[in-house]
């Protein structure tokens, strides 16, 4: 099972707003509506910020959103402030037959 | 309040057989719905799911990693175990271990433990 693929890096300043995408295939992405994402500061645990691809846990700031289109899902920050400066992953269910979950290849956030 | 703290070895030699334990709190793996999962990052690099069990046992393994994987529970010690056999400086990463969001049947990974350092070297 492959990596999704995400862009190695997305900036903006801020009060900006910045889209990541997250390419799949028809096998994860595209065949189900569990793609959550996930942001992670420098020497840090990853923090859940999106699940089922567009829903917000409690306590996540509602300038997160999530979006999917086909294999593609997306995660837009608003409202861009310096504490987004962040690596973001995205992560698909694949399946039990095969591994189960598959994460991103990551995204650096920087605010200019 | 919900936490998760992965322990082991900081360093182990090729070939080795390496154990983690994650300890938990604030929640039962007896509780229908619920799971662990083991998500590691090499230094610079992404996140890879290994592996999950849940509250009735099953397991699921990374297919690329199968064979040398093998997580366990603890329902009496709140632990989940992971053991990764025949390690190689590849394997070189911080392990995470982490909760299946309980409403979504495990569809999320809603809380995260601080992850531990495991440098493979000789």
């Known amino acids: 099972q492959s990596a999704l693929t995400q862009p190695a890096s997305v900036s903006g300043s801020p009060g900006q707003s910045i889209t990541i995408s997250c390419t799949g295939t028809s096998s994860d992405v595209g065949s189900y509506n569990l793609v959550s994402w996930y942001q992670q500061h420098p020497g840090k645990a990853p923090k859940f910020m999106i699940y089922?691809?567009?829903k917000r846990p409690s306590g996540v700031s509602n300038r997160f959103s999530g979006s999917k289109s086909g294999n593609t899902a997306s995660l837009t920050i608003s409202g861009l402030q310096a504490e987004d400066e962040a690596d973001y992953y995205c992560?698909?269910?694949?399946?039990?037959?095969?591994?189960?979950?598959?994460f991103g290849t990551g995204t650096k956030v920087t605010v200019l | 309040q919900v936490t998760l703290r992965e322990s082991g070895p900081a360093l182990v030699k090729p070939t080795q057989t390496l154990t983690l334990t994650c300890t938990f709190s604030g929640f039962s793996l007896s509780t229908g719905g619920m799971c662990v999962s083991w998500i590691r990052q090499p230094p610079g690099k992404a996140l890879e799911w290994l592996a999950l069990?849940?509250?009735?046992?099953?397991?699921y393994y990374n297919t690329s990693l199968k064979t040398r994987l093998t997580i366990s529970k603890d329902t009496s010690k709140n632990q989940v175990v992971l053991k990764m056999t025949n390690m190689d400086p590849v394997d070189t990463a911080s392990y995470y271990c982490a909760r299946g969001r309980l409403a979504g049947r495990c569809d999320a990974f809603d809380i995260w433990g601080q992850g531990t350092m495991v440098t493979v070297s000789s």
């Open positions: 069990i849940d509250w009735d046992d099953d397991k």
């Open positions: 089922e691809g567009s």
């Open positions: 992560c698909s269910y694949v399946g039990i037959t095969t591994s189960l979950w598959v």
